[in-house]
């Protein structure tokens, strides 16, 4: 047995919120490993919605799911920040979303000076949890090792720690012994009511 990735665990916890047919969110396409993760987990019949404010990102992440042969939920993509999920998503979808998955910083091997920031992100999380039906899940992959990465993962922390007990199970996952600023897992699921 090996512990498993960051990544590999933030796909696991979205893949138990995302049911066959469902609805799930990529809050930041970047290169679009998470959006071809949620394509396969909503299946054919789904649907998955993918933000980010780059197209630079947008393509690659339509290149990476043309190249998958694998049956995929159709993926809408928007090119706009995840804080304006509630405007671009039409209320038909209001708590019926399985997985929001967030991967904060910056597009890798794009513009390194294009970041999430902790202002938008926190009203990205916050537009989330009204999105999420119950069982759903929300993960956040933060990375700290640039400038600014800190004081977000801080505010997404702060943001977790804040969600009410009776309405929400929270969990931190982070790589105790790891040099070099490694990412932190935050992962929120809806409880049922």
Do not use: C
Not at 66 to 91: I, K, N, W, Y
Not at 121 to 146: E, K, M, N, Q
């Amino acid at each position: 047995m090996s512990l498993p990735t960051i990544l590999d665990l933030a796909h696991t916890l979205a893949g138990q919120g995302v049911e066959d047919g469902g609805i799930a969110i990529d809050a930041t396409v970047g290169n679009g490993h998470d959006t071809l993760f949620l394509a396969h987990s909503a299946g054919p019949t789904g649907q998955v919605f993918g933000f980010d404010v780059q197209e630079e990102a947008l393509a690659e992440a339509r290149r990476r799911l043309r190249a998958d042969e694998a049956p995929q939920a159709p993926v809408q993509f928007v090119q706009a920040g995840h804080e304006t999920m509630g405007q671009e998503l039409s209320e038909s979808v209001e708590g019926r979303v399985g997985a929001v998955m967030f991967n904060l910083g910056y597009l890798p091997g794009g513009d390194q000076s294009v970041t999430t920031s902790p202002d938008t992100t926190r009203r990205a999380l916050d537009i989330s949890t009204t999105l999420l039906r119950p069982g759903g899940v929300i993960t956040v992959v933060a990375y700290t090792g640039h400038e600014g990465g800190g004081e977000e993962a801080r505010t997404v922390e702060s943001w977790v720690a804040s969600l009410p007990q009776a309405s929400f199970r929270a969990v931190t996952y982070r790589l105790a012994n790891a040099r070099n600023d490694p990412p932190q897992l935050f992962a929120v699921e809806k409880r049922a009511d």
